[in-house]
């Protein structure tokens, strides 16, 4: 039954009960429809069948040059992908502490800040397993990781993208995952085949993502990240 029919029937129901209800309006960003953890992945995700069937349909193809790519946004010069981090959804949060609400457990926001702004909380990273806290003034340690690097697609099909497409692209939660730093900086601008998770386990979900978005985006694939995806899916 639709929600705006749910409340009609208990606008109707409720005096006849004589029952007293507080009605609650809730402030802030909304909560994603699935958090991130050991062996999970971002909403909209293919499932390990999805992926591998996505997997054998994407073009193959060997990177192009970097040329033309630039990722900083400095003074008067337009970063590729737009300026970090946008409020795309237009949820009153950017994108950065959209994620941060996903991500992590135990989630304390900055006061008048409509619950926006993530000052604390508990991320299991899924890259290592491992679990840390998050604290606002060491924001550093637990950086949003691009699952499929900005540099990766711009030599895989981004190039020839529009700057809206390619903003979209930036901040879509569906390729944004929090982890830690030493995780975040040894994979870099990797792909699949260059650079896998700390722990094993959450391989097959990682090839699951990375499927996703590129099936996602048309962006192309490497014969050696194929085989690396491969066989990430064959632990599934």
């Known amino acids: 039954m639709p929600r705006s029919a749910v409340l009609v029937l208990l606008a109707v129901l409720l005096p006849l009960t004589g029952c007293e209800v507080e009605w609650q309006v809730e402030s802030g960003p909304p909560e994603p429809a699935s958090s991130v953890g050991q062996g999970d992945v971002p909403a909209g995700t293919l499932d390990p069948a999805a992926a591998a069937a996505a997997l054998a349909g994407l073009r193959v193809a060997d990177k192009t040059s970097l040329d033309g ?52 909380g508990v991320l299991d990273d899924p890259y290592t397993g491992e679990s840390i806290e998050f604290r606002k003034e060491d924001a550093a340690e637990v950086p949003i990781d691009h699952v499929v690097p900005l540099a990766a697609a711009w030599a895989q099909g981004a190039a020839a993208w529009t700057a809206d497409l390619r903003r979209t692209f930036a901040n879509d939660l569906g390729n944004l995952i929090a982890t830690t730093r030493s995780e975040n900086s040894a994979k870099g601008d990797s792909t699949a085949d260059e650079w896998a998770p700390s722990d094993p386990a959450y391989g097959c979900s990682y090839a699951t993502v990375v499927i996703t978005v590129k099936e996602r985006y048309a962006l192309t694939v490497s014969p050696a990240e194929v085989d690396a995806l491969r066989s990430m899916l064959a632990t599934c």
């Open 69 to 120: 790519y630039e990722r900083d946004c400095g003074a008067g010069d337009g970063c590729v992908f737009g300026p970090a981090w946008a409020d795309v959804d237009r949820n009153g949060c950017d994108q950065r502490n959209d994620v941060l609400h996903r991500d992590l457990t135990d989630v304390q926001v900055r006061e008048g800040t409509q619950g926006c702004v993530v000052i604390a």
